[in-house]
């Protein structure tokens, strides 16, 4: 059945009536609630069959002035374990939750996430492009938890102002809202009404709910102190700034910074690449997360996005440290079915750069259109990048998503103009009995370069792709599995100069097991072709045909353990099927309490066909071995207080088995050029103590400590692991505190 035969427009009394407040205790009093929309058919999405959920879950919506109020009630019998565990703010463990989702516009064009879990933790997060969950943003919003011997209980507030909002028409407006539950220990997720992300529209078929036309303003100022004492260099710094928040009307927004603190109070994953493709990572900033959401513009390239804000603030371009941000600033409103978003900021100094970006989205009944402008001004490097784009989304029917971009890039780089274009369009079709197809296009041309102000992972491409997909949703009861998704691919892969970079098949299979764990299996083979990035554009070089295999098995806690474990076995390099490498990865977490957990793990590779670049053409193939070490505590002190503590170790040791140079018919001939063996030690220790004062206003104590050492020689991986305990090129104790006021 489809999701509409779900969907209506609900008509709420809190616009009819006189709206009481809502006491947000977690406690459902049926007076506080009288006149809300009563939900309870909550159907199964995981497994997505449909089917009425194996207990009964039962939720009300309520419009009041002060925000949207939200109630669940969860029947859960004492045969039905409940998960007590404690867990931080965006978390991701299986536990017992809940789940608000809402598009306040009702376009299908950025949603918001709240989730609540059984012991009062919290997640939030920002919905893009029909699926795409972003938890890095923070919002204001109230809940409350209470529990008896029958089950438990939820209420939320989630106040007019958390998010951008149109123009309603008379006295009401309407939004579009999606519910659900999960029991921790089986997996099960029951919604209302039945959409499931693991669609390809998810945004879309939320059900409409018209209310009255509350709107709230706000004026929030968070102003920060901080101080560092680097250990290692001597001296302390002090530092201080404002976040700014207005907020008139629901029709526009502001968001402004001054003097910003940006240093990272939650250390990111280390990585140690010698790859030409550069890593993509999240930020976590709160500027930059805030009204995010209009400016994601992407496409099916891995991370691609228009505007990516980790360039502003990052390795400044004279290769001396991050560029230092003056200030930022970003508007969002709207105009009737039209939204825009200004967004501006600068460094300071001869050495920073200016960075704008303009967005426009304009919404029809089953699509919208939208444009995007970004400009960097880079003085140092006597460069300015533009690039535009076009985005289309069209939803024609419950069965087809049509997802279309159209984007170009001009570098004017001392003079000298160079432009190219990129394009990509992505459908899918949902099919009866499980059955799904879905289509990929993309080219993005030879001089493409949007990586000033974005990301592209790697331009010069032609690539198209046919997947089938197959749901089993009604496996049997004695079956271990609640339900399977197999997967079939094939591709084709070729860049803009016309070589062949590799067709490939895949097929996977994805399975939720009926104790909540989770199961993927994945075999890519690819045909020969070339690698036209390892030399960094001095050539391409050809390589066999190579294939991929991939294991992951996900236990969520059952006791006092939780376990990951992924395997994988590959080819590649310049020979192919016959020279295989592989990689282990294994996590445990223990847990002491219901919220103290202490966690550790292992990532193991062996390559011995690794190609790293040297100079020009010239190339080495090495036997890689790669020792990584994961540990940590997760101490959830009480509902305002946490700690954490993350170590994380990387040894890496590369023995030369040859040098090649790459001929110009990309052919790897045999070099006697000296090439030297290397090791690579990295280490990252933090221990980060947050207190929560008030919503979003807090108080952090974080010591850090790590370094980075490359050698021209070969040294055992347990060796170089030991010693990577030793590095200090940083050391340093951060204190930091902030308030939001709000007006």
């Not at 109020?69 to 029947?75: D, L, P, S």
């Not at 399975?511 to 890519?524: D, F, M, S, T, V």
């Not at 990295?682 to 108080?699: D, H, I, K, M, T």
């Not at 104590?701 to 980075?708: E, H, K, P, S, T």
């Amino acid at each position: 059945m489809h999701v509409s035969g779900y969907c209506g427009i609900f008509l709420l009394a809190g616009f009819a009536l006189s709206a009481q407040a809502i006491e947000v205790d977690g406690r459902i009093d049926p007076a506080e609630w009288q006149g809300a929309r009563h939900v309870t058919d909550f159907r199964k999405v995981q497994p997505l069959s449909g089917e009425p959920g194996s207990l009964p879950t039962e939720a009300w919506i309520l419009a009041t002035p002060e925000g949207l109020a939200i109630g669940f009630h969860n029947t859960q019998p004492a045969d039905v374990p409940r998960t007590r565990q404690r867990v931080q703010r965006d978390f991701d463990v299986q536990v017992d939750r809940v789940n608000l989702n809402i598009d306040f516009d009702g376009g299908a064009r950025t949603g918001y996430n709240f989730t609540v879990s059984s012991t009062n933790g919290i997640a939030d997060a920002v919905i893009t492009n029909e699926t795409q969950f972003n938890t890095d943003w923070d919002g204001n919003w109230r809940h409350a938890v209470s529990e008896d011997a029958e089950g438990w209980s939820v209420e939320m507030l989630i106040p007019w102002y958390i998010a951008p909002m149109g123009k309603a028409v008379g006295d009401t407006r309407t939004f579009k809202v999606y519910l659900d539950r999960v029991i921790g220990s089986t997996g099960e997720r029951t919604a209302w009404p039945a959409a499931s992300f693991e669609r390809s529209r998810f945004l879309s078929d939320f059900a409409p709910v018209e209310v009255a036309a509350y709107s709230q303003s706000l004026f929030a100022v968070t102003p920060y102190v901080s101080g560092l004492y680097d250990n290692v260099h001597g001296g302390s710094t002090f530092d201080g700034g404002a976040d700014i928040f207005w907020k008139p009307n629901g029709q526009f927004q502001m968001t402004a910074t001054v003097n910003p603190d940006f240093g990272q109070v939650e250390s990111d994953d280390l990585v140690v690449n010698f790859d030409a493709t550069e890593t993509f990572i999240s930020d976590k900033r709160p500027f930059f997360t805030e009204n995010q959401g209009l400016f994601e513009y992407t496409t099916p390239s891995d991370d691609s996005q228009l505007l990516y804000t980790r360039r502003i603030g990052g390795p400044a371009d004279d290769g001396n440290g991050a560029g230092d941000i003056t200030a930022a600033g970003k508007v969002n409103g709207s105009f009737g079915a039209t939204k825009y978003g200004v967004f501006v900021a600068d460094e300071a100094d001869e050495v920073g750069r200016s960075f704008s970006a303009l967005r426009l989205v304009h919404d029809f009944d089953a699509q919208n259109v939208g444009m995007m402008l970004t400009n960097v001004e880079r003085p140092w490097l006597d460069r300015e990048a533009t690039v535009f784009g076009v985005d289309h989304n069209w939803r024609p029917t419950p069965r087809w998503n049509v997802q279309t971009r159209v984007f170009g890039s001009r570098i004017d780089q001392a003079g000298a103009i160079e432009s190219d274009l990129g394009a990509t369009v992505w459908a899918d079709y949902e099919m009866d009995h499980g059955w799904r197809q879905q289509w990929i296009a993309m080219h993005f041309g030879n001089d493409l370069d949007i990586n000033d102000a974005g990301y592209l992972s790697r331009n010069s491409t032609n690539y198209l792709h046919w997947e089938l997909r197959r749901r089993f949703s009604d496996l049997a009861e004695s079956s271990r599995y609640a339900s399977k998704d197999w997967r079939g691919r094939v591709s084709t892969n070729n860049n803009d100069h016309g070589e062949k970079l590799n067709d490939q098949f895949r097929l996977s299979r994805e399975g939720r097991l009926r104790n909540g764990g989770y199961e993927y299996a994945q075999i890519n083979i690819n045909s020969a072709g070339v690698n036209d990035l390892v030399t960094r554009g001095n050539g391409s070089v050809k390589k066999p045909a190579n294939f991929n295999a991939f294991y992951q098995y996900e236990r969520p806690r059952k006791g006092d353990w939780a376990h990951n474990v992924e395997l994988q076995a590959y080819s590649g390099g310049l020979s192919g099927k016959f020279n295989a490498g592989y990689s282990v990865k294994y996590d445990a977490t223990y847990f002491i309490s219901d919220a103290f957990n202490i966690h550790a793990g292992f990532f193991s590779d062996r390559s011995p066909d690794w190609l790293v670049w040297q100079r020009d053409n010239l190339i080495g193939s090495f036997g890689r071995r790669e020792f990584d070490l994961n540990a940590g505590l997760d101490w959830t002190i009480d509902s305002r207080q946490e700690l954490r503590v993350k170590l994380q170790a990387i040894a890496l040791d590369a023995d030369l088995d040859q040098a090649y140079r790459v001929g110009a018919s990309g052919n790897a001939i045999a070099s006697d050029e000296p090439v030297d063996d290397f090791s690579v030690r990295n280490l990252g220790f933090q221990v980060r103590y947050r207190y929560e004062v008030a919503p979003l206003s807090y108080l952090y104590v974080v010591y850090g400590r790590g370094g980075y050492q490359q050698d021209l020689f070969s040294e055992d991986t347990g060796h170089l692991l030991r010693e990577s305990f030793s590095l200090r090129d940083d050391e340093q104790l951060l204190v930091k505190f902030s308030y939001r006021f709000e007006l």
